[in-house]
């Protein structure tokens, strides 16, 4: 399925077959292709990139569709990444976390520090904590790849730790 371009969103780089591979959604997913493109939000004289997820119903394009600055795509990277970090040893903790600091990292990003933090205010947290770490481990392999396939990539663009 082509990806629109008479829309606000202007795709320059895109991957159409993306339902093949969305994950444990692939061959069903209603996203249908991802691009890389002028942001419909750009004005006159201002030009940002944004990464699009492209859905469709099955009849026309939803507004589901969602759109993000590529920074945000990139931040949300690190998110899952320092998600992942905690919960190889979240074990060592009854609860999966240390509810008297639930605060994971502290990722340094232009001038301050992302905090990622365990949701306290969550008030069935406890148990959405378990399964969100059984549902990171049931995925483990789905978002090894992918994490694999980033690693080396950054790695070709010469981001080393």
């Keep these: 399925m082509k990806i629109p371009t008479t829309l606000k969103h202007k795709p320059v780089v895109v991957c159409e077959n993306y339902e093949?591979?969305?994950?444990?959604?692939?061959?069903?997913?209603?996203?249908?292709?991802?691009?890389?493109?002028?942001?419909?939000?750009?004005?006159?004289?201002k030009l940002d990139i944004s990464a699009k997820v492209w859905r469709h119903t099955g009849g026309k394009w939803s507004r589901q569709s969602e759109e993000l600055p590529l920074h945000r795509v990139i931040?949300?990277?690190?998110?899952?990444?320092?998600?992942?970090?905690?919960?190889?040893?979240?074990?060592?903790?009854?609860?999966?976390?240390?509810?008297?600091?639930?605060?994971?990292?502290?990722?340094g990003l232009q001038g301050d520090a992302m905090t990622v933090a365990v949701c306290t205010d969550n008030e069935r947290i406890d148990e959405d904590v378990r399964l969100f770490n059984q549902a990171l481990s049931e995925d483990g392999e789905l978002i090894g790849e992918r994490l694999q396939t980033l690693a080396r990539l950054l790695g070709e663009m010469g981001y080393r730790a």
């Design 20 to 45: 093949q591979v969305d994950g444990k959604y692939a061959y069903q997913s209603d996203a249908k292709g991802l691009s890389l493109g002028l942001a419909q939000w750009n004005d006159r004289g």
């Design 75 to 107: 931040d949300l990277a690190i998110l899952i990444c320092s998600a992942k970090v905690h919960f190889q040893e979240a074990y060592r903790h009854e609860k999966l976390y240390d509810p008297e600091q639930p605060v994971l990292s502290r990722v």
